[in-house]
């Protein structure tokens, strides 16, 4: 039996520059929460660290640790100035901290639970 070669006309087969591209499956329809979506879906820490530095720009991610960093420190008593003393971090931005500790979204409060840090003070229960 002799095979049958296809002429470029007759082919199914698309060439390169023919085919269409893949669909886009697009995340949430808010950018944050597909952002948060994003975070959860990492495994551990290396893996989060590596989505942050593609993500951040390094004075972006300074500002994220600088403000992650104090949060032990709040929640141990310590004052804003020797917060500041302690870490550098400015005494305006210890004070947004502590702001959203207490009347924040609860954010800093779940993620303190989770690594069990001490609160001593009742800063993070105080809106439970």
Not at 74 to 98: E, F, M, N
């Amino acid at each position: 039996m002799k095979r049958r070669i296809a002429s470029p006309e007759s082919s199914p087969v698309r060439s390169p520059r023919e085919r269409k591209p893949a669909p886009v499956v697009l995340p949430a329809a808010d950018p944050v929460l597909a952002l948060c979506e994003a975070l959860a879906k990492l495994r551990d820490p290396a893996e989060i660290a590596a989505f942050l530095d593609d993500l951040c720009t390094p004075a972006e991610l300074e500002a994220l640790a600088d403000r992650w960093r104090v949060v032990p420190l709040l929640l141990a008593g310590r004052t804003y100035r020797d917060i500041h003393d302690l870490t550098g971090v400015s005494v305006t931005t210890v004070g947004r901290v502590a702001r959203c500790l207490t009347h924040g979204a609860g954010g800093y409060r779940a993620a303190a639970r989770h690594l069990k840090l001490h609160d001593p003070s009742g800063i993070a229960a105080a809106k439970r």
